[in-house]
T-cell receptor, first 115, second 110 residues
Framework: EAQVTQNPRYLITVTGKKLTVTCSQN?????MSWYRQDPGLGLRQIYY???????DKGDVPEGYKVSRKEKRNFPLILESPSPNQTSLYFC??????????????FGPGTRLTVL | EDQVTQSPEALRLQEGESSSLNCSYT??????LFWYRQDPGKGPEFLFT?????EEKEKERLKATLTKKESFLHITAPKPEDSATYLC????WGAGKSTFGDGTTLTVKP
């Protein structure tokens, strides 16, 4: 089954404690992306990656890091989380060549609370 | 800066009562306009991509249309299972990032 998986699904942590949210896709997609979703602010893009070792900032990259060492994985790293990073996070992927390049598949979401 | 504005924020319909959702956008060279459906607690699910003014796409009770400034998602004879938040997004040529609107939350009462 084609899917994007994220772990953990729920996380409560404290300010300053480094954390990583993993994202993996099994569709051999070149493009992967991270979004956060907040009430009244909609979905905002944090970082995206057009392919392995190629990453770029989205609209709200401050306080986040990403890496793309393998095609299937795109982890989101919060080096020193703060309460304003409490949010619902989504990972997504899509093809960039061949058919159906615009069908972006989203993961189930990670609900993060930073105390 | 790309911008997407969706209206209304919320829409309540009776089953069978057709209506439309609006997505107004500004983008420097539209590569594509995307519609998604999002159920509570879940990730967005892709519905349509529209590329140029005048284009239309249909899927079951949904029909998306596009002009140079806005897109409409028409819902014909909706059912309670159509209740969800509908998101609109745009992507510019040469840009890897997408810009989303805040969504319209649709509730269809039986």
């Amino acid at each position: 089954e084609a899917q994007v998986t994220q772990n953990p699904r729920y996380l409560i942590t404290v300010t300053g404690k480094k954390l990583t949210v993993t994202c993996s896709q099994n569709m051999n997609h070149e493009y992967m992306s991270w979004y956060r979703q907040d009430p009244g602010l909609g979905l905002r893009q944090i970082y995206y990656s057009m392919n392995v070792e190629v990453t770029d900032k989205g609209d709200v990259p401050e306080g986040y890091k990403v890496s793309r060492k393998e095609k299937r994985n795109f982890p989101l790293i919060l080096e020193s989380p703060s309460p304003n990073q409490t949010s619902l996070y989504f990972c997504a992927s899509r093809r960039t060549s061949g058919g159906s390049t615009d069908t972006q598949y989203f993961g189930p979401g990670t609900r993060l609370t930073v105390l | 800066e790309d911008q997407v504005t969706q209206s209304p924020e919320a829409l309540r319909l009776q089953e069978g009562e057709s209506s439309s959702l609006n997505c107004s956008y500004t983008v420097s060279g539209l590569r594509g306009l995307f519609w998604y459906r999002q159920d509570p607690g879940k990730g967005p699910e892709f519905l349509f991509t529209l590329y140029s003014a005048g284009e239309e796409k249909e899927k079951e009770r949904l029909k998306a249309t596009l002009t140079k400034k806005e897109s409409f998602l028409h819902i014909t004879a909706p059912k309670p299972e159509d209740s969800a938040t509908y998101l609109c997004a745009v992507q510019a040529w040469g840009a890897g990032k997408s810009t989303f609107g805040d969504g319209t939350t649709l509730t269809v009462k039986p």
